[in-house]
C-alpha cells in the first residue's frame, strides 16, 4: 500500500481546502474515496465539496455508506483512497490502494503525524513526502 504525507506550507495552509482540491483530482478515475475527518470538520468538508472544484460535482455525503465519496470519522475497512485529515485518528487497518495523510502547518500535530509515519513504516507501507507549498 502506498501512503503519502502531504505536508502544508506556503499557500497551501487549509486541510480542507487542500483536501477538497485532491478530492476534485482523484474524481471520477476513482470511484471509492473516503475522507477522515473530526466530527466538527465534516460539515465544512461537505460544504467545501459542494463548492470546489468550481463548476463540478463530486457526488458526496457524511456517513453515506452509498456515496462514492464518503466523510467519515473513522476509516472504512477498505477504500481505493483514504484521505486522513485527523492525527488523532487510530491508524487504519483496512485493505486501501493508496493513503494520503495531510499535515498541517501546526507544530502542535506534527509528533503525532511524525508518529503515524513510523506505524505506516512498520506496517510495510511504501511512504512517500511531498511539501506543498
Known sequence: MRVDFYEL??????????AAVLVGKAWPTLTDIVLVAPRGALAELDDRLWRKPAGRFLPHGIDDRAAPIRLVERAPDAAALLINLDPTAPLPQGRYD?????VPADEDARPRLRQRWKDWKAAGADLHHHVLS
Open 9 to 18: 506550507a506556503g499557500r497551501f495552509q487549509d486541510p480542507l481546502e487542500v
Open 98 to 102: 493508496r493513503v494520503l495523510e495531510l
